[in-house]
């Protein structure tokens, strides 16, 4: 890799001791980051470490609770993005914020400094040119909503530039692009740093990062975790690059400095998860459970014989299949990949990824929520696909999404209406026509009293209620259609630890009753634990499956970010 | 039933009240810079309003539309569809009816009359709203947009039908043939106002049965809540957003049908009633509970009577009482605001979004109408 170290000898940009809480989440715990010009300097870390806030703080759409930032040396307030900018700051989103129906070169010209009245003209020369320097071969005056994700992710990088951006903050660039968009933009990048653009990756991709970066700052539940200088980026071989990595991203101690390329050294790993205050994280989480499991699991297992894992020919105990499922996420980009899997009766199978790599879609084409492209799903051998969420549900299917009030729940609505939400045209709530308040109301208290849920009543808004009340109240909706398949994303996210364990029990006590249940979890010791077998996905592909006994955290982490499967069978 | 006892239910209303009140001083404070005594001018409102039996014949007549449209408004308003264009759906509906009506006038019975004429001003307004609803399903088109522009059309159409295919010909003024008096609605035994009101009365009944007691409205209120907890739980949204536009379409349409059939006899060219407007400041004055439209829409119209007779004496323009209609919404929108941020699920909802999405707040990051079709779309074949 171009080493690209002809960097002046003082930072852009140093950030130190940056603290920004909401709420009860500390989000950013005096977080220090330096950005050199000329460099492309990757930020990871897992979900929630921090990595969004620290880069919104550069950006000037937080302001941090405490902590200094400077720039070229001077300390500097950047009170909203333009400030930012005005230093020379600017930030590409994984979301755009480009107007579609306005063509490039008004989008580039928009809110730009200068005066009241637009005058284009002097704009579209350079505009065009640095379009065809970006390799896009369209006009300025196109409008944007022709343009592809990937043009368009191109035509913000040229508005930051244009308005004099030398630190280009970019958010997941990669996540709308197609894996041929991802190298073009790489190659974009190195560009830019050769040019002396500050370059700051955010990323879940540890293979883009190591290919790009001179430098990188590791975050783990808001903290600094680790930093790789050049010398170490361009240095060491990537085995051991990538091992460290992920020790400091997912490991107990970010001490590790071995420079052993096996993956078997690696210290254990035990995800923390975003400290909430007040804590009782450290009494939750014991380390590494295996030599004695919890007693329902024993039993489970006991009851069952053999795990049903390791099998990885569909059998006639295969309830639900699905077969080269592709399928479009909510913005339109492939979130599905010819996705094929059995599920087998009596099975947790977990799902493990870094968000956006496919889990959440998976679960709704499951649940019938979303559409598929291309691909079937088997029901007990009969084919639903594309059926649609009611019939899903009165086939048996649940789904406990992890989007509890905006979309498993209606927060205003009772609880009473929330527990009847999913099957209001049935009996007992309702016979089609009039509702039946009274079962609604009956089978509320019913759930409330055997799922012990707080609440001061039946008829209580849904949205007073705590998040862990909220949950249990959602599984057990699902539970009560008596689901043959039941799809969980995240249900212990948030939850204390009591309310985790029965929510665990639940879940292991449906699958011991001959029922699937899929488990998309980001606590990989969880996952692990409740587990029967656990996949792996990455980039809206099954990349692995595997039976628990050969899941362990450093695994699942390495094949979540993108590595290989180690020489083990590979099945799905 | 301590529940039907309990602060919280009728808390709503304060706010509406509130909003009432502080328009009404608003509206005395400009009465005042006019040099009137703000103070007179409401005695005399309330006086001539409330205390005079033309005053509240009039009122009563007035309410029956107002009931029967801000009911279909709030079927809408409820299922979370803006139909802005209750005003063309109600003159589409009126004319149809007139036309009906005065077809078939006397060569049937008169409630055989009063019904087709009824049904067909259904048809009208249904109709007028079947072409948003389309569009608004079909292609995302908002519905905004689309039922505003559709009162112009309704406007230049009905307008130019009584000009010329639908015309009275034997007389000069563009209007529809006139259903002479006796064979209009009668009025309600020993009162001088016609059985529309009782037509109005219905209706919110009915919606609020609707509402409370039907598997369809509580599908609607959940798709107005919540529509992706809708197409979470596999309701069919978009049939749902669309019996949601055509119902209040319809009526409007039977408002249409209700001041033809009782009141005008006729329709004629620019006769526009404007209740749309009044029917936004009522839905909301009342919380979008239907039956707190009745006491609602009993005061709006005394304003209007009011209105009315205090013009004359006092010198104060009809337009006063619009003024007021629209300060109402304004303060309305106001205390609503303010309510909302003292409400708990603002709280609730801050504290359940921090953890979950612990470092990675909801961003700051521009919504995308753009990608609404696309999100509409993938979210669920109904």
């Known amino acids: 890799m171009a080493q690209a170290l002809g960097q002046p000898n003082s930072p852009v940009v140093e950030m130190r001791d940056i603290t920004k809480r909401f709420g009860p989440v500390l989000a950013n715990d005096r977080v220090s980051l330096d950005l050199w010009p000329g460099e492309i300097h990757a930020v990871l870390g897992e979900n929630g470490a921090g990595k969004t806030t620290l880069m919104n703080v550069l950006a000037g759409m937080y302001q941090p609770d405490s902590g200094t930032i400077r720039i070229a040396g001077e300390p500097v307030r950047l009170d909203s993005p333009a400030a930012a900018l005005r230093r020379g700051i600017g930030a590409v989103y994984q979301h755009f914020t480009l107007v579609p129906n306005l063509s490039i070169l008004e989008n580039v010209a928009l809110g730009a400094e200068g005066g009241f009245v637009l005058d284009l003209a002097p704009a579209e020369a350079k505009v065009a040119s640095m379009l065809a320097d970006f390799g896009l071969d369209v006009s300025p005056r196109t409008e944007i909503r022709h343009l592809a994700l990937g043009q368009r992710q191109r035509v913000e990088i040229i508005k930051v530039l244009l308005r004099g951006g030398r630190v280009l903050l970019l958010d997941e660039p990669t996540s709308v692009l197609t894996p041929g968009e991802v190298q073009s933009l790489l190659d974009l990048l190195r560009r830019l740093r050769d040019q002396g653009v500050a370059v700051v990756l955010i990323t879940h991709k540890l293979g883009e990062a190591l290919a790009v970066s001179d430098r990188v700052t590791i975050l783990r539940a808001g903290r600094n975790a680790g930093d790789l200088g050049p010398d170490v980026m361009s240095g060491a071989d990537r085995e051991s690059v990538r091992a460290r990595i992920i020790a400091q991203m997912f490991g107990s101690s970010p001490a590790a400095e071995t420079d052993d390329s096996s993956m078997d050294h690696l210290p254990s790993v035990i995800p923390t998860p975003p400290r909430v205050i007040p804590t009782k994280e450290e009494s939750r989480r014991p380390s590494r459970r295996r030599p004695e499991e919890p007693r329902f699991l024993a039993d489970a297992r006991h009851d069952r014989g053999a795990p049903a894992a390791a099998r990885d020919e569909p059998t006639s105990e295969t309830l639900l299949s699905l077969r080269n499922i592709s399928t479009l996420g909510d913005r339109g980009a492939p979130a599905l990949h010819d996705l094929s899997l059995d599920l087998l009766r009596g099975e947790v199978f977990g799902i493990a990824g870094v968000d956006g790599n496919g889990q959440k879609e998976l679960g709704e084409v499951i649940a019938g929520q979303r559409p598929v492209t291309s691909g079937r799903v088997l029901l007990e051998g009969a084919d639903i696909t594309n059926r649609g969420v009611a019939a899903a549900t009165r086939l048996g299917i649940g789904y406990v999404t992890d989007d509890r009030l905006h979309e498993g729940s209606v927060a205003e609505s009772s609880v009473a209406d929330n527990v009847a939400l999913k099957s209001i045209g049935r009996k007992p709530f309702s016979n089609g026509f009039w509702l039946n308040r009274r079962a609604m109301e009956q089978q509320a208290r019913r759930l409330i009293a055997e799922f012990d849920v707080k609440t001061p009543g039946p008829h209580t808004p849904i949205g007073m209620l705590s998040g862990g009340n909220i949950q249990k109240l959602l599984l057990a909706r699902e539970l009560a259609l008596e689901p043959k398949v039941l799809v969980c994303n995240k249900p212990t996210t948030g939850l204390d630890l009591r309310t985790t364990q029965f929510v665990i029990r639940s879940l292991r006590e449906q699958a011991n009753a001959g029922n699937v249940v899929v488990l998309i979890a980001s606590e990989l010791d969880e996952l692990i634990e409740i587990s029967d077998r656990i996949g792996v996905m990455y980039s809206g592909q099954l990349v692995a499956v595997m039976p628990r006994a050969e899941a362990d955290p450093e695994t699942l982490g390495h094949l979540m970010l993108g590595g290989a499967r180690r020489p083990r069978k590979a099945s799905a | ?382």
């Open chain 2, 1 to 382: 039933m301590t529940r039907a006892l309990s602060p919280s239910r009728f808390a709503p209303l304060l706010t509406s009240l509130a909003a009432i009140a502080a328009a009404l001083v608003l509206g005395g404070i400009f009465l005042a810079l006019r040099g009137k005594d703000p103070l007179a001018a409401y005695g005399v409102l309330v006086s001539r309003g409330l205390g005079t039996s033309y005053g509240i014949t009039e009122t009563l007549i007035r309410m029956a539309p107002l009931l029967i449209v801000s009911a279909g408004l709030l079927v809408s308003l409820r299922s979370g569809v803006w139909n802005i264009g209750i005003d063309g759906q109600l003159l589409v509906g009126a004319l149809l009816a007139g036309v009906a009506g005065a077809a078939i006038a006397g060569q049937v019975p008169n409630p055989v009359m009063w019904l087709i004429a009824a049904l067909a001003g259904m048809a009208g307004g249904l109709l007028w709203a079947l072409v948003p609803g389309i569009l608004r399903v079909r292609w995302g088109l908002n519905e905004i947009i689309t039922t505003l522009m559709m009162n112009y059309v309704a406007l230049n159409v009905t307008s130019w039908l009584v000009k010329g295919p639908v015309k009275d010909p034997d007389v000069v003024p563009p209007q529809t043939r006139l259903i002479s008096r006796e064979m209009r609605l009668p009025d309600v035994a020993g009162t001088g106002v016609h059985v529309g009101l009782l037509v109005g009365l219905v209706v919110v009944v009915l919606v609020t049965i609707l509402f409370r007691h039907t598997v369809i409205g509580f599908m609607l209120d959940v798709v107005g809540r919540n529509r992706q907890a809708a197409i979470h739980a596999g309701m069919p949204v978009n049939r749902l957003t669309l019996v949601a536009l055509l119902a209040s379409g319809a009526m409007a349409g039977l408002a249409g049908a209700n001041d033809i059939l009782g009141v005008k006899g006729l329709f004629q060219g620019n006769w526009n009633p404007g209740y749309g407007f009044a029917a936004f400041a009522l839905v909301y004055l009342a919380r979008l509970n239907s039956l707190w439209l009745i006491p609602f829409a009993y005061f709006l119209s005394f304003l209007v009577i009011g209105g009315e007779m205090m013009a004359r004496p006092l010198g104060i323009p009809t337009y006063f009482v619009e003024m007021l209609e629209g300060l109402m919404l304004l303060c309305f929108a106001v205390a609503a605001w303010v309510e909302r941020m003292r409400s708990p699920y603002a709280r609730a909802e801050e504290v359940e979004t921090g953890p979950a999405n612990a470092g990675e707040p909801p961003g700051p990051l521009i919504s995308e109408p753009l990608l609404e079709p696309v999100a509409r779309v993938a979210g669920g074949p109904s």
